[in-house]
């Protein structure tokens, strides 16, 4: 009987030192972070992204995506019902612009230290950082589009009539193809959007599609309904892996680019929670595999990749030097006449 105890109190012990070994590695274990995201690449970040998070921490993600447009409304009307998003800076704007997002301590972030510093705080201190660098550029289809394009300039070329896709101006894309078109006929956005919209008037014969979504676009793309599109880089690693002659350009007007960004629902109740999710999402092994998979061109400086690998990616030092900012500040105060201005051009038939 004694040895028997013995045995039990052992079993106890161990039992109990395994708990707490548990609790230890998974200290979130039973909490939920709803995360509103983007829909692109949805499975490759379930591998890289989600199911590693919640195997380290025992939490459980609720992920709920959608169009950013639609995602923002639902955020600002409904801020309870979220704690992370996950979205592109003109976006990030019109959240902080709400008064909807937390603002935090980002020092607090073991891995803060590891990422270019641009992409540490882009909306201001206390604000989420940017987890990877877009930049607009153009892919077309070498089968079938017999024009060698090297410019934004380019897509105003006659041969091109019917065959063009490009950003609507309420999309991410939509204001930095809005730049790179006055930087492609030496204007300035705000000062002369009156030449710029006339210019986007002239284009309007060779574009088929205004788009949304780049999904659809790229399925116009391997459908053949067009040869040209006005893309965002990471968007380009879906359309190769369907048709490798299609072909990426830097614009030579420049690389006009925007960041995508993490950032805290305000009033969220998993607020360390939701800081562990951004720093796991800053961490080498998600910047690392999410690159190598072609979803995210990564913000830290210690991944290392190959020419294959980078493809159209910003990557390095030198490439993010070169990014052409936005001013958001200026985008927001002119964007809602911009809009009415694209439609009246491009909803019309």
Not at 68 to 75: Q, W
Not at 179 to 198: N, R, S, V
Not at 271 to 276: F, G, Q, S, T
Request: a negative charge; glycine letters at 6%.
């Amino acid at each position: 009987m004694k040895k028997f105890v013995t045995l039990l109190v052992t079993l106890l012990v161990i039992a109990s030192l395994s708990f707490c070994a548990v609790a230890e590695e998974k200290p979130f274990a039973g909490q939920t972070l709803t995360i509103s995201t983007f829909s692109f690449n949805a499975e490759l970040l379930q591998k890289n992204v989600y199911d590693p998070f919640e195997a380290a921490t025992g939490a459980k993600l609720v992920v709920d995506t959608g169009r950013n447009p639609e995602r923002v409304t639902k955020i600002v009307e409904s801020p309870e019902d979220y704690d992370v998003v996950i979205i592109g800076d003109m976006f990030v704007d019109q959240l902080r612009e709400a008064g909807v997002l937390e603002t935090f301590d980002s020092s607090k972030l073991s891995n803060i230290s590891g990422i270019y510093e641009n992409a540490r705080a882009p909306m201001g201190e206390g604000y989420g950082p940017a987890y990877t660098f877009n930049r607009l550029g153009i892919v077309y289809d070498s089968a079938f589009c017999d024009v060698e394009i090297k410019s934004i300039a380019d897509l105003w070329n006659p041969e091109l009539a019917g065959s063009i896709a490009v950003p609507e101006m309420t999309t991410t894309s939509g204001p930095l193809f809005y730049y790179a078109t006055a930087a492609a006929f030496g204007l300035e956005p705000g000062k002369d959007d009156e030449a710029i919209f006339a210019k986007l008037a002239e284009l309007k014969p060779n574009v088929v599609k205004t788009w949304t979504s780049a999904n659809d676009t790229i399925t116009m793309l391997n459908q053949g309904e067009i040869s040209v599109a006005v893309l965002l880089d990471y968007s380009y690693t879906t359309a190769k892996n369907a048709n490798p002659d299609y072909i990426w350009v830097d614009p030579a007007e420049g690389s006009f680019s925007g960041y995508n960004m993490i950032n805290i629902i305000k009033g969220s109740k998993n607020k360390e929670l939701a800081e562990a999710f951004i720093n796991f999402y800053l961490s080498y092994e998600v910047q690392n595999a999410n690159a190598l998979d072609g979803v995210d061109a990564p913000v830290r400086m210690d991944v290392v990749l190959t020419e294959d690998q980078v493809g159209s990616f910003v990557y390095g030092a030198d490439e993010v030097a070169k990014l052409v900012l936005p001013d958001w500040s200026l985008i927001a105060e002119h964007q809602a006449n911009w809009i009415n201005s694209w439609n009246a051009i491009f909803s019309v038939k």
